[in-house]
């Protein structure tokens, strides 16, 4: 039997370049591709994938929410994130998340093809270049700062995502299959856990945290 695959990235262009190479190890195979993690976890979900390789930052909805939901949802689905981000704050936040795995997009194939196997044994896959980070993390004598994001619902983290992406009310409730009122609710409840006042602030927080990029 194939380890089936989902691909979850933003840029199409990573999407074609690693499909082929997947699809001709042996005993794997490609099932789906997203451009974002709500995409990710629909496909997920219809393909009932062993491993969705993850990316962090996408538009609407992030690598580290859409690890979280997998997880909770679909426990045997193991999630290797393949980032440009290699500082601590990322790496820990999705292993935090449920992730696996995790490789720099600086690695060859061959190291991405060596993580699927290795997450598929029930084991963690970190690459050389990362294993540093979680070492610091780890040898920090305090928690990490990003204890208020846990105040907020898996919905809440959700709408922050998309107000600092810029997407107004209504696009959001659109996009959610809610009303206006609601988005206008979860907006307020989300600036007063976080004691933040203004949009722009809001905006800066999910970047610092890693929920959204300054490319959307």
């Excluded at 999407?15 to 995409?39: C, S, Y």
């Excluded at 679909?74 to 393949?82: D, E, G, N, T």
């Excluded at 995790?102 to 991405?112: D, G, N, T």
């Amino acid at each position: 039997m194939h380890i089936t695959i989902v691909l979850a990235d933003d840029h199409s262009i990573i999407r074609e370049g690693l499909r082929p190479l997947l699809d001709k190890e042996m005993g794997m195979k490609v099932v789906g591709e997203a451009e974002n993690g709500r995409k990710a976890i629909e496909l997920v979900r219809e393909n009932n994938a062993d491993v969705a390789i993850m990316d962090i930052s996408m538009p609407d909805m992030n690598g580290i929410e859409a690890t979280r939901r997998i997880r909770q949802e679909f426990p045997s689905c193991k999630i290797i994130a393949l980032s440009v981000h290699s500082d601590n704050q990322y790496v820990a936040q999705m292993i935090k998340a449920g992730a696996s795995g995790y490789l720099p997009k600086s690695c060859a194939f061959k190291e991405l093809a060596n993580a699927v196997r290795t997450v598929m044994e029930n084991k963690t896959y970190l690459s050389p270049n990362v294993i540093d980070s979680v070492v610091k993390y780890l040898q920090k004598p305090e928690p990490t700062d990003d204890s208020e994001i846990t105040l907020l619902t898996p919905r809440e983290r959700e709408v922050l995502q998309l107000l600092a992406e810029g997407k107004a009310t209504k696009e959001i409730a659109s996009a959610l299959f809610v009303s206006e009122r609601t988005i206008e609710a979860h907006r307020q409840n989300i600036m007063t856990k976080l004691d933040i006042h203004s949009i722009a602030e809001l905006t800066k927080y999910a970047i610092s945290k890693g929920l959204t990029s300054l490319e959307y």
